[in-house]
């Protein structure tokens, strides 16, 4: 199956904790972007990465990094620095420039107390 | 850079009823155009997308947009409205560049029965 996963579905941790969301693609795409939602609210970009052992930071990057290693990984860690971590996260990738869409992982949604 | 705006957070409807999903966007360039749902705790799936050509563009489960440039509008409907079409719908925008690609705040879809 040609897919992107994000593992796991449901994280729970301690205020002051870092974590570490995965995602990982088969698609063999790649861009591969990290998006935050929160209720009521569209989605903003944290980082993304057109290519491997680069990244960018998007409109919210502040209290979070990322790698990129491979192509098919692109794993977010959300350091203790940022202020609200509590959300729904979505990795996503894109192709080949004709098909212009992204892609959308299942979401890891996030809950810090 | 460009925008995305929804006007509508919320839209109510009636199961069978059409229903229309108003965007609009801004941009200095030529942009690409996409609709997105999203289901509770889900991610983003594509449901259509403009690149060029017709400017009447079909998607999947019925829906369908019409690219407006004169209006800068992508409008999404769907003639008659299924329970199952209670989502939260998003209008997304790329640059002709492939670069920026930018969501709307979303417009969340209640199909009454």
């Known amino acids: 199956d040609g897919g992107i996963t994000q593992s796991p579905k449901y994280l729970f941790r301690k205020e002051g904790q870092n974590v570490t969301l995965s995602c990982e693609q088969n698609l063999n795409h790649d861009a591969m972007y990290w998006y935050r939602q929160d209720p009521g609210q569209g989605l903003r970009l944290i980082y993304y990465?057109?290519?491997?052992?680069?990244?960018q930071k998007g409109d919210i990057a502040e209290g979070y990094s990322v790698s990129r290693e491979k192509k098919e990984s692109f794993p977010l860690t959300v350091t203790s620095a940022q202020k609200n971590p509590t959300a729904f996260y979505l990795c996503?990738?894109?192709?080949?420039?004709?098909?212009?869409?992204?892609?959308f992982g299942p979401g890891t949604r996030l809950t810090v107390t | 850079a460009q925008s995305v705006t929804q006007l509508d957070s919320q839209v109510p409807v009636f199961e069978e009823a059409p229903v229309e999903l108003r965007c609009n966007y801004s941009?200095?360039?030529?942009?690409?155009l996409f609709w997105y749902v999203q289901y509770p705790n889900q991610g983003l799936q594509l449901l259509l997308k403009y690149l060029s050509g017709s400017t009447l563009v079909k998607g999947i489960n019925g829906f369908e947009a019409e690219f407006n440039k004169s209006q800068t509008s992508f409008h999404l409907r769907k003639p008659s409205v299924h329970i199952s079409d209670t989502a939260e719908y998003f209008c997304?925008?790329?640059?002709?560049?492939?670069?920026?690609?930018?969501f709307g705040p979303g417009t969340r879809l209640s199909v009454l029965p």
């Open positions: 941009s200095s360039v030529s942009v690409y």
């Open positions: 996503a990738t894109s192709g080949a420039t004709l098909s212009r869409e992204q892609y």
């Open positions: 990465s057109q290519i491997v052992n680069d990244f």
């Open positions: 997304a925008a790329q640059d002709n560049y492939g670069q920026n690609f930018v």
